[in-house]
């Protein structure tokens, strides 16, 4: 099993940065790609950024330009920065892991960490 610890969520003001992290952990082979998804308030859950294991980024519309993803292979670590954060960004941030054996590939989700952006 793949263990998912998120951190780095909190209380931020309108126009303000914020940097979340996820950090992969357990019975790992390998790590496809790895990104985030967020569940805004009365909403469901929704793609925010994915990135390959070779380092190409996708964004989703509402955060591309703001937002930039980022991995450190070496620690099974991910990265969100989020850059001009505007309330509409409240939400709770879930990380997920894609992991590859050599029998199946597996997907994993991280518990979430809560991300405030005030007026």
């Known amino acids: 099993q793949v263990q998912l610890v998120e951190s780095g969520g909190g209380l931020v003001q309108a126009g303000g940065s914020l940097r979340v992290s996820c950090a992969a952990s357990?019975?790992?082979?390998?790590?496809?790609?790895m990104g985030w998804y967020r569940q805004r308030p009365g909403a469901q859950r929704e793609f925010v950024a994915l990135?390959?294991?070779?380092?190409?980024?996708n964004y989703a519309d509402s955060v591309r330009g703001r937002f930039t993803i980022s991995r450190d292979n070496a620690k099974n670590t991910v990265y969100l920065q989020m850059n001009s954060l505007k309330p509409e960004d409240t939400a709770v941030y879930y990380c997920y892991t894609e992991t590859a054996s050599t029998i199946r590939t597996t997907g994993y989700w991280g518990k979430g960490t809560q991300v405030t952006v005030s007026s």
């Open positions: 990135i390959t294991k070779s380092g190409t980024a």
């Open positions: 357990g019975s790992i082979f390998t790590i496809n790609a």
